[in-house]
């Protein structure tokens, strides 16, 4: 029997794009497009900001998309409000940086056309564990709807690592947002019908926080046969990190990568290139990236695959953040030699990277070796194959939608 159409509601702090721009864009798209492959009807609400506008200018939604929040689409009382939220949103971020946004939440709030439409929903699917927080306003206005929520990150591990780097300046106000993270994972989980994560590892963390939190593992839906491999046999040595590095974990990576660990990797290996790809850094910190012999800075591209192609490894010395690390996978799935720390590797089958290390000398020493052994394409080819069954899109979409049989 055909099941009938659902009313799907998404509340994301991004749009489902055709091409998105980030690792958390490509699963709120999957995730659209799981809906609507079943005949669902979607609507997306997200908030109308500058990233958003900046990335509807360069792609297309894929789904019916609100964008909320925005005063000049209001009058009076409502538009007050809502340049007073814009105008408080700085603040409030700085007392608790995993709020949602509140402009969008005063939307829902008044806009009767916006609580009708959640009234009518058979499903509210919450991205990221920020709109998550909504779950127990959602609760009140659509008490009939089946509540789920996809944790690209859990903020409990974010906020730990937080802790544990915070100096005697900062501690005070790390541990008061560690707690507030931890009550409202408590508070949220307890509203949701689903509370979706990507690797075991992150169930863990949550349900440590939320010991009867609804939690389903579900992997990452990056691997399906457009993905290409990369041939990097018989190749000049050429080092790749890919990241959005506009994030503070990515930038600091990318500046621990150009200025303790390519440098050893330099001097071993003169004619080595190191690429790095992604749009967000601030010109002062390109050109001091550039001063580096050997370094390439690409900026934001349009094609990633024409990128991986010049690889022959990839590096990643992340050492905070959380939830699995997209960019990782992506370089696996495509057969190229991966090398990252223990963060990087957390959620992933730690076999599938070339070697994983933490400390500067050992990651340089693992890539330089990589680079040289002919037989590291051989092992990441294999690697790959494993990967694409893992993550494959295929079994993201059979595993996502068994939550709602």
Request: some cysteine; hydrophobic content about 40%; glycine content about 6%.
């Amino acid at each position: 029997m055909t099941q009938a159409a659902r009313r799907i509601v998404v509340v994301s702090p991004t749009p489902a794009l055709e091409a998105p721009g980030h690792a958390g864009g490509q699963l709120v798209s999957s995730i659209v497009m799981s809906y609507r492959s079943l005949g669902d009807h979607v609507v997306l609400l997200a908030p109308s900001t500058a990233p958003t506008l900046v990335e509807l200018e360069r792609t297309k939604v894929i789904c019916d998309t609100r964008l909320l929040g925005r005063p000049r689409d209001n009058r009076g009382l409502r538009r007050l409000l809502l340049t007073l939220a814009h105008r408080a949103m700085p603040p409030m971020l700085r007392w608790d940086p995993y709020l949602p946004w509140i402009p969008l939440v005063l939307d829902l709030l008044t806009d009767p056309s916006l609580r009708a439409l959640l009234r009518g929903a058979d499903v509210v699917d919450l991205q990221w564990e920020e709109y998550g927080r909504l779950a127990p306003l959602v609760k009140m206005l659509s008490p009939g709807s089946l509540i789920t929520c996809m944790f690209h990150d859990v903020n409990d591990q974010r906020a730990t690592r937080r802790l544990h780097a915070a100096d005697t300046t900062s501690i005070k106000k790390a541990r008061r947002q560690l707690r507030q993270v931890q009550r409202a994972e408590r508070r949220l989980t307890a509203r949701l019908d689903a509370a979706f994560v990507l690797s075991e590892k992150d169930k863990k963390v949550l349900t440590s926080v939320a010991p009867g939190a609804p939690t389903r593992v579900v992997p990452p839906p990056l691997a399906d046969s457009s993905i290409p491999m990369v041939d990097t046999e018989h190749r000049e040595a050429a080092v790749g990190f890919v990241s959005a590095l506009g994030r503070q974990e990515n930038r600091d990576a990318a500046h621990r990568l150009v200025h303790s660990v390519w440098p050893l990797i330099h001097q071993a290996l003169p004619d080595a290139r190191l690429i790095l790809v992604g749009g967000g850094l601030d010109l002062s910190t390109k050109a001091g990236f550039l001063e580096v012999p050997g370094v390439e800075v690409t900026g934001f591209v349009d094609d990633l695959d024409a990128q991986y192609r010049r690889f022959s490894a990839t590096l990643s010395p992340i050492s905070t953040g959380a939830g699995v690390k997209f960019k990782i996978l992506e370089s696996i799935i495509r057969g190229l030699p991966t090398i990252t720390t223990s963060v990087g590797i957390e959620g992933i089958e730690p076999d599938l990277a070339e070697a994983v290390g933490d400390d500067d000398a050992e990651l340089a020493r693992a890539t330089i070796a990589a680079l040289q052994d002919t037989d590291a394409p051989k092992r990441a080819r294999a690697a790959s194959a494993q990967a694409r069954q893992l993550y494959s899109r295929e079994r993201f979409h059979q595993e996502y939608q068994a939550a709602f049989r």
